[in-house]
Nanobody, 115 residues
């Protein structure tokens, strides 16, 4: 059974940094694309960053230059380093992972940025 578990959320002041971690397990082949999404109250879930098994990354313009995604394939773990945080980054952050048999989500971790 695949499990995806996030950690590292919390409360931070604007301009500060946080690092999120996500450990995925249970895939027979390992995970292909892994990534982070976020959902603020009253808004749709949106892409934050993705990374392929080979290390190719993708970011939307809203976080490019401030957030960095990385992964450890041996541990099936993905990280999100968030710098220069803004109040509009406040959201529940979800980890996502996919393998040939499905697409999987974690339970989410709250990130709150105070002004």
């Amino acid at each position: 059974q695949v499990q995806v578990v996030e950690s590292g959320g919390g409360l931070v002041q604007a301009g500060g940094s946080l690092r999120l971690s996500c450990a995925a397990s249970g895939s027979r082949s390992g995970f292909n694309r892994m990534g982070w999404y976020r959902q603020a109250p009253g808004k749709q879930r949106e892409l934050v960053a993705t990374i392929t098994r080979g290390g190719i990354t993708d970011y939307p313009g809203s976080v490019k230059g401030r957030f960095t995604i990385s992964r450890d394939n041996a541990k099936s773990t993905v990280y999100l380093q968030m710098n220069s945080l803004k109040p509009e980054d406040t959201a529940v952050y979800y980890c996502n992972a996919d393998d040939p048999w499905g697409n999987y989500w974690g339970q989410g971790t709250q990130v709150t940025v105070s002004s």
